[in-house]
């Protein structure tokens, strides 16, 4: 790890450049004073494995064991895994630059595109199932998990590394790095094309920036600050780019930050508020204006790579469709004009606007009266009594433009087979006493003349702008009431051939209140298919980069609150840091295989343990200062406050979050947390083999005092303790290494006694004695 320069240099870089205040270490983490070293306490060993080249060796070792454990058969198995049904398809959309819409943010997507057009894959293969053989298919499917496989790889030395930067000695960071590199859950995850590895790479990155960029705060504003500050913008960046749920990094380094700031503007430190105001400036432009920047930067690359047209189109906007090659609605649509026959159709449920001679019912279930009018349903086939043509409220020229329908007209539906206009009236709808039913009057029948009028409201529709079919979403909205014309999925009764109930809703912003015009079956005038130009000249139109990234923010955060439905390995947050439950992957009945993705229950039960045992020590503390007693040195008390402290910051914003939200939960959503816990395990193993710490740890700034150092010694013991508990993590990996790999396959007796938990739900286990 990097080696300090001598204060005595520093102080003779720094001149009359250093900062002019004179900060106080008491008050601060990891004491920064000038200090005069006392190596007395270090045995050799620890002296030993504290020199470069002993870490580099330590280094060295786990990068390879880790490269070794996610790289072993990463070719198994040659099918579609998981989550690997949609990740995988997504890289070949970019490959094919067909436009799809996803939950979460591009940045982990491009990099899988980018590994693919790297091997030479040309995005043929749509991953369409689980199960689906790549071989067959003649998809390069190792390079693409390669990419994840290498950000799994690396997190390991990184997670060392943040130990390290962080004052711990190199027998406790190599056990942190440990709890990771032997884990099961993080090699399973790591080795499919999947985004969490990448995820959880630049999270840890993000950590470790800003723990060298802490370490240098007696030299702020030097450019070796300004270098971690903006990696550390950077990094979080590209976290959250990643995946919806980066955000919590963002919001751990918020806070983080927050309290920095709180200490800055503490005058006992001799600071003033000018000097206050540069740093809040400082990390406003790294830490916010440079990470949005990047964030808006990964959006444009993905939408500048997607201009054609693809599956994700259905979600958008019509303007934000009509931007993309080859679109239906750029190609097809058509300006509707006065008495042409039309289809309409629902945008959500893709039911179309239907009517038939039958009558409500006198009386519904409710014993509610019904106006025995003519039936408007949703219907979702292709039919006659499908069909309504646009009638005029207005004078018309004979020809012309002056006939093209547009935005807030007012117009009637006339349904065509049975000659009758549509209508809604104060009666309530079948099934929605809250809502108006929604029928059909004789068009020579004038007496309710009014009801049979609606507005015409096109959806981000200028005034005036002409409507279309295909692309002009809209809404009819009921000039008299004032409600909108809405369906929805819930099926009529018998006596309306069980058809979706049309009705009008009150709230006329009601977002699944959008239809649009199918087709258009019948034209007025001649020159139906010339009206916008011959379709094959169409160019798509423009929209402006800052709309489209609104429109599909928007989106974003409705369909992933919207992920609601039941799963089978679906879980609570209450369950993850016990293993209670896995998520079962993917399986073969040939050969009883299996990949289970489940955690090292050694690894996870010592980071529950040691956030329990950290927990309690901090709590004791608070007591004994309460009652003016000083068990811990100043040291190490500001150690486990200051800089375990932080880790577990980092575990609870990562995971306290998921007990609000509604969504599905996977136990994968831990992970991140769960490497949080192993760096604040390694604090915690320090804390209890050594009574002192390294000392001082951060860059010596040129006004600080000169205080004694010292050195944590954990001697025999702490190797010792380190070595045994890593045989017994990796002799349990390898037992459960089947379910990780998915290769070779088991037994039912196999496979039972690899079912450590009764709650996990295994694959092709036998029946236990007594069981019928």
């Known amino acids: 790890m990097a080696s300090f320069p001598d204060a005595r240099v520093l102080r003779q870089r720094a001149g009359k450049a250093g900062p002019s205040h004179i900060l106080r270490p008491q008050d601060e983490d990891l004491q920064d004073d000038h200090t005069v070293t006392d190596s007395h306490n270090a045995s050799q060993l620890d002296s030993l494995l504290e020199t470069e080249q002993a870490s580099m ?21 040659d099918q579609v895994v998981f989550d690997e049904v949609h990740f995988g398809k997504f890289a070949s959309y970019y490959l094919q630059r067909q436009y799809y819409f996803d939950v979460h943010p591009p940045l982990a997507k491009l990099l899988f595109g980018l590994a ?25 499917y190792v390079g693409l998990r390669a990419l994840p496989a290498i950000f799994g790889s690396l997190t390991v030395p990184l997670v060392y590394a943040i130990m390290k930067e962080a004052g711990y000695s190199t027998i406790i960071a190599a056990f942190s790095a440990i709890l990771i590199l032997f884990d099961n859950a993080h090699i399973a995850q ?41 990696a550390t913008g950077f990094f979080m960046a590209c976290t959250w780019a990643s995946k919806v749920n980066g955000i919590l990094t963002v919001a751990t380094i918020g806070v983080a930050v927050l309290v920095d700031l709180w200490d800055v503007l503490d005058y006992k430190k001799g600071h003033s508020l000018e000097y206050f105001w540069k740093h809040f400036y400082a990390r406003a432009i790294t830490l916010i204006a440079w990470p949005i920047v990047l964030y808006l930067f990964f959006f444009w690359i993905h939408l500048s790579i997607l201009t054609h047209s693809g599956p994700g189109d259905a979600f958008m906007s019509p303007a934000f469709q009509e931007t993309l090659i080859g679109n239906e609605l750029l190609m097809n649509s058509q300006e509707i004009r006065y008495y042409d026959t039309i289809t309409l159709r629902h945008k959500d449920t893709k039911v179309f606007l239907h009517s038939h001679p039958d009558k409500y019912p ?46 807030d007209d007012v117009i009637q539906l006339l349904h065509v087979n049975t000659q009758t206009l549509l209508m809604t009236h104060d009666v309530a709808s079948p099934t929605m006493p809250t809502n108006e039913e929604v029928t059909t009057w004789p068009k020579d029948d004038h007496s309710r003349h009014n009801d049979t009028l609606f507005y015409l409201r096109i959806a981000d529709g200028h005034p005036g702008a002409a409507w279309m079919s295909k692309s002009g979403h809209f809404r009819l909205i009921h000039v008299p009431t004032k409600v909108a014309l809405w369906t929805h999925p819930k099926q009529l009764p018998d006596w309306a051939f069980k058809q979706q109930e049309v009705n009008g809703a009150k709230n006329v912003a009601e977002k699944s209140a959008i239809w649009y015009v199918d087709n ?11 009206r916008t130009g011959e379709a094959g000249t169409k160019q798509p139109k423009k929209m402006s980069f800052f709309k489209k990234f609104g429109e599909l923010q928007i989106l974003m955060l409705q369909h992933n609150a919207g992920l609601t ?38 690894g996870w039960g010592a980071c529950v343990v040691a956030m329990s045992v950290f927990v309690g020590i901090l709590v004791a503390d608070l007591i004994a200062r309460r009652r003016n007693l000083t068990p811990l040195a100043d040291p190490v008390r500001n150690r486990l406050w200051n800089s375990a402290g932080f880790f577990l910051l980092v575990w609870a914003v990562h995971y306290l979050p998921f007990y609000l939200m509604g969504r599905q939960l996977f136990i994968h959503h831990y992970l991140p947390s769960h490497l949080a816990s192993a760096l604040v395990a390694g604090a915690v193993l320090s804390f209890v083999l050594s009574e002192t710490v390294n000392y001082p740890i951060s860059i010596i700034g040129p006004h600080t005092r000169e205080r004694p150092a010292q050195k944590a010694d954990l ?15 990796f002799g349990l990996f390898l037992y459960i290494a089947p379910l990780t790999y998915g290769t070779p396959g088991l037994t039912g007796e196999q496979v039972n006694s690899r079912r450590l938990l009764s709650s996990w739900t295994l694959h092709f286990a036998a029946k236990e004695s007594g069981e019928f």
Not at 116 to 129: C, K, L, R
């Open 57 to 77: 060796a330590v280094v060295a070792v786990l990068t390879t064991l880790s490269f070794a454990l996610r790289f072993y058969k990463i070719n198994h198995p």
């Open 116 to 140: 693919g057009w790297f091997v030479g894959y040309d995005g043929h293969f749509h991953f369409e199932n689980i199960g689906d053989s790549y071989t067959e298919n003649n998809v390069p």
């Open 190 to 230: 790591s080795r499919l094309i999947l985004l969490d590895a990448a995820l959880i790479f630049f999270m840890t990155l993000t950590i470790y920036s800003y723990v060298r960029f802490r370490k240098l705060r007696y030299w702020d504003f030097t450019p070796a600050w300004w270098g971690w500050l903006f």
């Open 362 to 407: 006198l009386k519904y279930e409710d014993d509610r009266i019904s106006s025995q009018g003519q039936q408007v349903t949703g219907y979702g086939h292709e039919d006659a009594n499908n069909f309504w043509q646009v009638i005029p409220t207005k004078a018309l020229p004979e020809t012309g433009r002056g006939r093209i329908v547009r935005n």
């Open 520 to 530: 258009i079956v019948d034209a007025d005038g001649n020159d139906f298919k010339n």
């Open 565 to 602: 439905a039941s799963h089978p390995y679906a879980s609570g947050p209450i369950n993850w840091p016990f293993l209670l439950s896995g998520i079962s992957f993917w399986t073969q009945n040939e050969g009883q295989k299996q990949i289970y993705l489940i955690g090292n229950l050694i």
């Open 715 to 729: 001697g025999v013991k702490g190797v010792v303790t380190v070595g045994v508990f890593a045989l017994f993590m």
